[in-house]
């Protein structure tokens, strides 16, 4: 009965320690009722041949393991793959389109010379985008691991049935309309947010006031470059969770109440991000005002940029408030959206 000893070890050592005591015992009792129905008497003289075809029949052990455990162990399972693909898709197009961009600023800088500047920066860019798209199916794949691991599934997936033995019963109500989401919502959302933070990461000195005089050019950049990237991590951190959020989205296709609360909960997290950043008052380009006044000295026709500079510090000045006006809107309409929809959810 060694045979049999080490194939029951075999299934319950992959399932938790609560169930192994109750299993080990049903599944001896099981594979003594089968091997007394194929010998039809005591299960003790069976022999080696009979065991053998019995644990065949009852198949591999971590299948049985899997069936006791009442589900199959996924990294991402079927009711989430397609939507892991379909993201996949996206935000590799969008890492690619922010390259694309940022190559194009980088060829189109004031003094290069266009065939040079591509010559040069192409390597770079194959380089960077094979770098970035990496990453991206690396956080891709961690979010919907997580998202399998929590038992979130597409509903869409859930509704064609892609589960075993499915019946038309098992489809689901057609959700409240007020309760869907536009696919393209998220998936633009997505596509700003890498575009956006890939330019403010890579060429944030073109986020800037450009102008243009005769043949003369001039770029203010609004930020500190150098500080600005020292903010790196926090900036990539805020679109990730901006992104998680556009995925499960995505995902669910419709507003429930666990959903709003997480849109809330990465509202607050990005606009404390925010705030960090903005605190610092270095972050933007204290010389801005001086550069400008450079500028109207130089083109020398009488132009004082006063409308920009009138601007420039009544941003600079309360960029804090602006940030804070902003989350509250961003709030105000989740809750808005929480209280229209508090009937359907």
């Known amino acids: ?34 091997l007394e129905e194929r010998t039809g008497h005591d299960s003790g003289s069976a022999d080696t041949a009979v065991i053998e075809a019995v644990l065949l029949e ?20 079927p009711e989430l793959f397609d939507s892991y693909v379909r993201v996949l898709k996206i935000v590799g197009m969008a890492i690619i389109l922010a390259m694309s961009v940022v190559l194009i600023i980088d060829m189109l800088q004031p003094g290069s010379n266009p065939a040079t500047a591509f010559n040069g920066i192409v390597g770079r860019w194959i380089g960077t985008i094979i770098e970035a798209v990496v990453q991206g199916f690396v956080w891709v794949t961690i979010i919907f691991a997580v998202l399998e691991y929590k038992g979130v599934k597409d509903a869409a997936a859930l509704a064609s049935g892609k589960k075993g033995n499915w019946q038309p019963s098992d489809l689901p109500p057609i959700p409240n309309s007020e309760l869907q989401i536009k696919r393209s ?3 633009v959302s997505i596509i ?25 050019y001039f770029n203010v950049p609004l930020f500190n470059v150098e500080i600005l990237k020292a903010y790196a991590p926090l900036i990539w951190g805020s679109a990730a969770l901006i992104i998680l959020k556009e995925i499960l989205r995505l995902v669910t296709g419709k507003w429930s109440k666990g959903l ?44 004082d940029f006063g409308f920009i500079l009138s601007i420039w510090n009544l941003v600079s000045g ?13 709030l105000a309409w989740l809750l808005y959206r929480g209280y229209k929809l508090r009937r359907y959810l």
Do not use: C
Not at 58 to 77: D, N, Q, T, V
Not at 318 to 327: G, Q, S
């Open 1 to 34: 009965m060694e045979l049999i000893a080490r194939y029951v070890h075999a299934v319950i050592s992959k399932l938790p320690a609560e169930q192994r005591e109750e299993i080990e015992k049903e599944l001896h009792g099981l594979i003594e009722d089968m």
């Open 58 to 77: 009852l198949g591999p052990p971590s299948e049985l393991a899997a069936k006791y455990s009442g589900r199959r162990r996924y990294l991402i399972g």
């Open 185 to 187: 919502d998220p998936i």
């Open 192 to 216: 700003l947010t890498v575009l956006f933070s890939a330019i403010l990461i890579s060429s944030p000195e073109w986020i800037a006031v450009h102008i243009s005089h005769s043949d003369k």
């Open 260 to 303: 709003l609360v997480f849109n809330i909960v990465i509202s607050v997290l990005v606009f404390i991000a925010a705030l960090v950043i903005f605190a610092d008052g270095t972050v933007l380009n204290g010389q801005f005002g001086l550069q400008i006044q450079e500028i109207a000295r130089e083109l020398a026709d009488g132009k």
């Open 318 to 330: 309360n960029i804090i408030y602006f940030i804070a006006v902003f989350f509250i809107f961003d």
